[in-house]
């Protein structure tokens, strides 16, 4: 299957999981978890983007190379993705939010290291979306999360609509890209891994 045919299955299919989760999560009542996996879901497609990109190695002070970190990767992502759809969004607070809520479940090092004692979560409050209140070292950062998801799920269209992968990273995106989480058909065809059929308008 042609690598343009590969990328829109897997879009189709990150969607009808990932994304559509976030909504049912919100349906749910689970307002912090869709937040959370918001913020796991752009470590995924950065792995995507990096990987497509030949996994460029970084120059280190002393001359030589190393592999590119997670939080570079993530932040890179959300400058190429989620900055050009709203400017006041900032990679690297984002990315410790993330740290947070997968790893404490509440406060991260790195967004105290910013001079913020937290961060707060709204919900149907728009205006507020990367809000900052008090002064250092006790500000406080606010996310709105309907604003957040509508961000990503259109910073995530524009990504896959624009992969333009190296040719000689073509086998490993692919496989990377068969890897990601897939419906598993039980029956009648026990263990098939299956892509949703029905239009993204009825994901959710």
């Given at each position: 299957m042609p690598i343009i045919a590969q990328l829109a299955k897997a879009k189709k299919?990150?969607?009808?999981?990932?994304?559509?989760?976030?909504?049912?999560?919100?349906?749910?009542?689970?307002?912090?978890?869709?937040?959370?996996?918001?913020?796991?879901a752009i470590g995924a497609l950065a792995e995507i983007a990096h990987l497509s990109n030949g996994s460029p190695l970084v120059p280190t002070d002393t001359g030589g190379t190393r592999?590119?970190?997670?939080?570079?990767?993530?932040?890179?992502?959300?400058?190429?993705?989620?900055?050009?759809?709203?400017?006041?969004?900032?990679?690297?607070?984002?990315?410790?939010?993330?740290?947070?809520?997968?790893?404490?479940h509440g406060a991260s090092d790195s967004l105290r290291g910013e001079d913020f004692s937290g961060y707060a979560f709204t919900h149907d409050e728009p205006t507020k979306h990367w809000d900052v209140y008090g002064t250092a070292p006790n500000k406080v950062l606010t996310l709105n999360l309907e604003t957040m998801l509508a961000e990503?799920?259109?910073?995530?269209?524009?990504?896959?609509?624009?992969?333009?992968?190296?040719?000689?990273?073509?086998?490993?995106?692919?496989?990377?890209?068969?890897?990601?989480?897939?419906?598993?058909?039980?029956?009648?065809?026990?263990?098939?891994?299956?892509?949703?059929?029905?239009?993204?308008?009825?994901?959710?």
């Open positions: 299919n990150f969607f009808s999981t990932c994304i559509a989760d976030m909504y049912r999560a919100i349906e749910g009542d689970s307002l912090v978890g869709s937040f959370t996996l918001i913020a796991c592999k590119k970190r997670d939080n570079e990767k993530y932040r890179e992502w959300v400058t190429s993705w989620l900055v050009p759809i709203n400017g006041r969004c900032n990679p690297k607070y984002l990315y410790s939010i993330r740290c947070a809520l997968a790893h404490t990503l799920s259109l910073a995530t269209w524009n990504f896959f609509d624009s992969i333009a992968p190296l040719p000689a990273v073509e086998a490993d995106l692919i496989k990377e890209l068969e890897d990601l989480i897939t419906v598993v058909s039980m029956a009648p065809l026990h263990g098939i891994r299956q892509v949703d059929t029905r239009p993204y308008a009825e994901l959710h």
